[in-house]
Nanobody, 117 residues
């Protein structure tokens, strides 16, 4: 599966942004999808995931502010980000893991989110 992330940009603290990830392939619905991010000078970290069956998981740092969703008819996964903070500034990556796979083997190219004060 190939992934293409988009929707990043510059936003003021407290604002909102919606990231999208378009996936190729006819078996998208069988993949677990996730968003990760990497801030400057930091390691990549998990943000949110949605399983093939629709179960969501969030990092504590974004819980209550971010919402992950998927549209299998459009082969897409989204990350709705609200109440953005300066520390949310990062490059955001979408990733895919096969239904019963152990690792996120497929990655998009990343989309940059900058939160300003």
């Amino acid at each position: 599966v190939q992934l293409q992330a988009s929707g990043g940009g510059l936003v003021q603290a407290g604002g909102s942004l919606r990231l999208s990830c378009a996936a190729s392939g006819r078996t998208f619905s069988s993949y677990n999808m996730a968003w990760f991010r990497q801030a400057p000078g930091k390691e990549r970290e998990f943000v949110a995931a949605i399983s093939w069956s629709g179960d969501n998981t969030y990092a504590d740092s974004v819980k209550g502010r971010f919402t992950i969703s998927r549209d299998n008819a459009r082969n897409a996964v989204y990350l709705e980000m609200n109440s953005l903070k300066l520390e949310d500034t990062a490059v955001y990556y979408c990733a895919a893991r096969p239904k019963f796979g152990q690792n996120y083997d497929y990655w998009g190219q990343g989309t940059e989110v900058t939160v300003s004060s």
